[in-house]
Antibody, heavy 122, light 109 residues
């Protein structure tokens, strides 16, 4: 059974930092791209970042570029998101999601974790 | 960036009714690279449809997707009590970024 379990969320002050983690199991983690997707309270879904299966390609939404850094450790089946210079508008539930593939390229999100809440507030 | 607009914002329906949800793209979504997700309160989204019309593993056949170009539809042939939720479309034709529609809420009338 595919499982993705996020951790590391919490309350942080504006300008602060936080590191999220996602533990993967039930599939060959090193064969899949993985994403972070967030959802502000009462709002819709927003894609945040993606990392390729080997970690050599990384993509970011404009809203987080230069502040967030995605990484992975395939030996430990884990995904991370380092978040710096946090803002009020970064408050959200952060989900990790496995990427499906279409014609060899990352496409839809076929499995999701349950999410971890990040609250940025003074 | 492709912007997805879903309509209507909210639908009030009764169990057993047929539902049609719309997702319109700001530019053509090539090769029908569009997915649909269902999200219930307090839960993570669940993949329903990918490639505009392919059902994900374990999804009942009352869910179907169609469309091409800029206009896509998710249809629920007969609403079950567990189908009341928020539905999102997502494109992967022009990614990054991967973009979502703003969602349609299907609520009990």
């Amino acid at each position: 059974e595919v499982q993705l379990v996020e951790s590391g969320g919490g309350l942080v002050q504006p300008g602060g930092s936080l590191r999220l983690s996602c533990a993967a199991s039930g599939f060959t983690f090193s064969s899949y791209s993985v994403h972070w997707v967030r959802q502000a309270p009462g709002k819709g879904l927003e894609w945040v970042s993606c990392i390729s299966s080997r970690g050599d390609n990384k993509f970011y939404a404009d809203s987080v570029k230069g502040r967030f850094a995605i990484s992975r450790d395939n030996a430990k089946n884990s995904l991370s998101l380092e978040m710096n210079s946090l803002r009020d508008e970064d408050t959200a539930v952060y989900y990790c999601a496995r990427s499906g593939y279409t014609n060899g390229l990352p496409s839809h999100f076929d499995y999701w974790g349950q999410g971890t809440l990040v609250t940025v507030s003074s | 960036e492709i912007v997805l607009t879903q309509s209507p914002g909210t639908l009030s329906l009764s169990p057993g009714e047929r539902v049609t949800l719309s997702c319109r793209a700001s530019q053509s979504v090539s090769s029908s690279y569009l997915a649909w997700y269902q999200q219930k309160p307090g839960q993570a989204p669940r993949l329903l449809i990918y490639g505009a019309s392919s059902r994900a593993t374990g999804i009942p056949d009352r869910f179907s997707g169609s469309g091409s170009g800029t206009d896509f539809t998710l249809t629920i042939s007969r609403l079950e009590p567990e189908d009341f939720a928020v539905y999102y479309c997502q494109q992967y034709s022009s990614s990054p970024p991967w973009t979502f529609g703003q969602g349609t809420k299907v609520e009990i009338k």
